[in-house]
Structures are given as structure tokens and as C-alpha cells.
């Protein structure tokens, strides 16, 4: 894909609902970090992982506010971000399986829920 796709501008926003656990975003991220295609990609330095505090839309089931939550972004540098970004997207959905799978084992309790989705750079 050209880098004028659009494409070239999307990040990747994993997020977690805000029942889970304080440690399991920074868990999740070392998970995303030991994952092969990943890790190439961050020692290559075309790839940043990010944690950001974001407010979260909506009510919840009380109809409270939602509140702060956590999130993880994967950012896609350079000239190759086009060209590896479904890749990317398709192998970080994988990866967030995996650790909600091995959660699941390791935990208590059922994991939280979460989303890989792309964002593009400017909608933040």
C-alpha cells in the first residue's frame, strides 16, 4: 500500500473495559512487547508502544459516568507503515487472544474485555 493510502496515518488502539485489573495493561503490554513480528518491529524502530490515560465515553451499568480507563497504542513509524499495517493490525488481534486466553488460565475470574481497533492518527 502507498504511504498516501491513509493507512500510513492510523495507529492501533488496544483498550481493556475499566473492570480490569490496574497491572493487566501493563501485563498486556509486555505480552504485545515478547511477540515475535512485534518485537522485530520495535528494535527496528519502526515501532512505539504507548500507555495513555483516556476518559471513557457513556455510562456504565448503574448509568454512572465511565470515567478514566487505560489504553495501548501501537504506533506505525516510517516509510514501511503502509506496507505492514493489516499485518500488524491482524497479529496484534491475535496476540490480545493469547493473553486473554492465558489470563483466563493464570487469574481468578473471567478477563476483561477489550478491543483492537485502527484509529487514525488524527481522531486521537
Known amino acids: 500500500m502507498a504511504e ?35 518485537d522485530e518491529l520495535l528494535r527496528a524502530g519502526e515501532l512505539q508502544i504507548q500507555e495513555r490515560q483516556v476518559r471513557r465515553r457513556g455510562t456504565d451499568e448503574t448509568g454512572a459516568p465511565m470515567g478514566l480507563g487505560m489504553e495501548i497504542v501501537l504506533v506505525v513509524i516510517g516509510a514501511a507503515a503502509g506496507a505492514i499495517f493489516n499485518e500488524l493490525l491482524e497479529q496484534v ?3 490480545v487472544k493469547a493473553w486473554l486466553a492465558n489470563r483466563r488460565d493464570v487469574e481468578d475470574g473471567e478477563p476483561p474485555v477489550g478491543g483492537v481497533e485502527p484509529v487514525n492518527r488524527d481522531d486521537g
Do not use: C, F, S, T
Not at 491513509?6 to 515478547?34: T, Y
Open 4 to 38: 498516501g493510502d491513509g493507512v500510513a496515518n492510523q495507529d492501533i488502539r488496544v483498550w481493556l473495559e475499566e473492570a480490569a485489573n490496574p497491572g493487566d495493561i501493563g501485563a498486556l503490554r509486555k505480552w504485545l512487547e515478547r511477540e515475535k513480528p512485534i
Open 93 to 95: 488481534k491475535d496476540a
